[in-house]
């Protein structure tokens, strides 16, 4: 069975930074991309950022070009989201999400879904 285990979230300063990770376990990481996805409350969920199997990235939110970055390591199982420069706007609760080797911005399209974990940035 496919799981998703999204950490590091928190409460954070303005400017401030945090990364996130995302642990995968019950299928191969090599061969799926990772996209990250937030939710802000009374919002739909919005594509962030994703990487696919080879490991190139693409933006999806253009308010987080040049200060989040992605990155993975299959032999951890592990995908990262470095976030950098965060702002009040960037308060969400984050998910992981996989699909086969290409990634996308839709929601529908990735079959499997972590928990989610909270971003606050606040000062």
């Known amino acids: 069975q496919s799981q998703l285990v999204e950490s590091g979230g928190g409460l954070v300063q303005p400017e401030g930074s945090l990364r996130l990770s995302c642990v995968v376990s019950g299928f191969t990481l090599d061969y799926n991309a990772i996209g990250w996805f937030r939710q802000a409350p009374g919002k739909e969920r919005e594509g962030v950022l994703c990487?696919?199997?080879?490991?190139?990235?693409?933006y999806y939110a253009d308010s987080v070009k040049g200060r989040f970055t992605i990155s993975r390591d299959n032999a951890k199982k592990t995908v990262y989201l470095q976030m950098n420069s965060l702002k009040p706007e960037d308060t969400a609760v984050y998910y992981c999400?996989?699909?086969?080797?290409?990634?996308?911005?839709?929601?529908?399209?990735?079959?499997?879904w972590g928990q989610g974990t909270q971003v606050t940035v606040s000062s």
């Open positions: 990487i696919s199997s080879s490991g190139g990235s693409t």
């Open positions: 999400a996989a699909r086969a080797y290409y990634c996308s911005g839709y929601v529908s399209q990735f079959r499997a």
